[in-house]
């Protein structure tokens, strides 16, 4: 059974940085993209950022040139450091260990966790 423990969430004021984190148990996702989709209050979940397990990088539009993920497979983990944070990137943030790209979008083939809340004040 895969677990997440996602950390790294908190309260900040616009122009500040924050870094998620999460490492992942239960199986390796070494060889899949790991990343991270995000949920703001009263919209749908997002896709927000991924690394390939060849190092190849995906963002949205939105958070081009803020934010980085990484990813660290000795320890199962996949970061995203956010810089320039926004108020519209207030969400709770999810970790997804095994994202894949369909027809329809981003989508995470395994589990969820119970994701870190980010709240960015103007």
């Known amino acids: 059974q895969v677990q997440l423990a996602e950390s790294g969430g908190g309260l900040v004021q616009a122009g500040d940085s924050l870094r998620l984190s999460c490492e992942a148990s239960?199986?390796?996702?070494?060889?899949?993209?790991m990343g991270w989709f995000r949920q703001a209050p009263g919209k749908e979940r997002e896709f927000v950022a991924a690394?390939?397990?060849?190092?190849?990088?995906y963002y949205t539009d939105s958070v081009k040139g803020r934010f980085s993920v990484d990813r660290d497979n000795n320890k199962n983990a996949v970061y995203l450091q956010m810089m320039t944070l926004k108020p519209e990137d207030t969400a709770v943030y999810y970790c997804?260990?095994?994202?894949?790209?369909?027809?329809?979008?981003?989508?995470?083939?395994?589990?969820w966790g119970q994701g870190t809340r980010v709240t960015v004040s103007s």
């Open positions: 997804a260990p095994d994202i894949v790209w369909r027809t329809t979008g981003w989508a995470n083939r395994s589990s």
């Open positions: 239960g199986r390796s996702f070494s060889d899949v993209a």
């Open positions: 690394m390939a397990g060849n190092g190849r990088q």
